[in-house]
DNA sequence: ATTATCTATAGATCTATAGATAATGC
DNA sequence: ATTATCTATAGATCTATAGATAATGC
């Protein structure tokens, strides 16, 4: 096990500290203190890593682009439903990402830019989904396009309120009668 | 005009300040001194009106609870519309409110109560608005209760996208169709 | 007397830089 | 030589408290 094999260990031990830091207290709230004892490290040691704040964000950022990183043309709806199952199944990551994308929307903020491009590109890869699975028009009448904001919509606008209140909202059972609204499949 | 009214005057001011505030910075990055510049006070002259930073979120909550202070029996469907439009024109305020939606998921968040209790009663009277609208089933075969939480998460998710990127997402028409998947109003 | 505001300041943080020390790997 | 980690510390903040000063209102 040579030098760059350990570091990297290291590193990923580090982004996971951040995530659950992340989730606990957001990114601006986040001290780099904290993570690092979380990692048995003082705040340099982890600095030496990481040499700013804003890089251990895109590692973090990063990851999370490694984890839906099943190919476009492969989506499909009832893996997206599995996908929000999962999710249920893990509320610290989704309170990372939740947390971060409530903060993105300020001004300036690091991860602005990360989760703009990240919705354009979900957007685009939903209509292609629905397309393939519904055609042009959805039993309802609308685009793919159309729908495409909305389905996306919906798991967001989901996880916070099951977030806030997990015995109350059953996410993954409203995520499939979103489901049922958009139709039948005509297949 | 006495000192009553005039120091209620000054706190609105504050209030307003600290909304454009949050907006920017979310409500842990909001400093007290940068509110109190806004209004040309110190951050002590600040603290005379708001004995604590929590005593300040708490009367920007309360702000937004005068807002959408629609008695629960009067909300329509098409009121909903309009609320939806009337928000793509004020970004700042959805920007405020989000950004304490997306922390308030983090532990121990001071508005995390706040936005769990308003969603538990706001999901109750939009089931309310959809049972006055729809009857017990909508077209779709749904129940009121279990599509509230979805039109919620709608208008919460659409903000989210539309804060990011307000050029390429058109948050009224969206809302406008999901309504339309939610069937024709059988009156 | 009450209300609004200020100056001074305590006490905690926070990120980042500088530079020392130890261990590892060619 | 490179990598990992530490101590020390600069320089900015931040919230909150204490107490002075001025203006306002009975």
């Known amino acids: 096990m040579n030098a760059r094999v350990r570091g990297e260990e290291r590193r990923a031990e580090i982004v996971r500290a951040a995530l659950e830091v992340i989730a606990e207290r957001g990114y601006r709230g986040a001290s780099l203190a904290a993570v690092a004892e979380r990692v048995g490290l003082t705040q340099?040691?982890?600095?030496?890593?990481?040499?700013?704040?804003?890089?251990?964000?895109?590692?973090?950022?990063?990851?999370?682009?490694?984890?839906?990183?099943?190919?476009?043309s492969r989506w499909r709806v009832d893996l997206l439903a599995a996908l929000v199952e999962y999710?249920?199944?893990?509320?610290?990551?989704?309170?990372?990402?939740?947390?971060?994308?409530?903060?993105?929307v300020t001004d300036d903020h690091p991860a602005r830019a990360f989760f703009s491009e990240r919705y354009t590109r979900v957007r685009a890869s939903m209509a292609e989904m629905l397309r393939s699975e519904y055609g042009d028009r959805l039993p309802n009448g609308l685009t793919p396009e159309r729908t495409a904001p909305l389905l996306v919509a919906v798991m967001d606008g989901l996880q916070y309120q099951w977030l806030l209140d997990p015995a109350s909202v059953d996410m993954p059972g409203a995520f499939r009668d979103f489901l049922r609204l958009l139709g039948e499949r005509p297949d």
């Open 87 to 104: 999710n249920a199944m893990r509320p610290g990551i989704v309170q990372t990402f939740s947390a971060l994308l409530g903060e993105s």
């Open 44 to 72: 340099q040691g982890l600095m030496h890593h990481f040499p700013t704040k804003d890089a251990l964000l895109v590692a973090v950022l990063q990851e999370r682009d490694r984890w839906d990183a099943v190919p476009d």
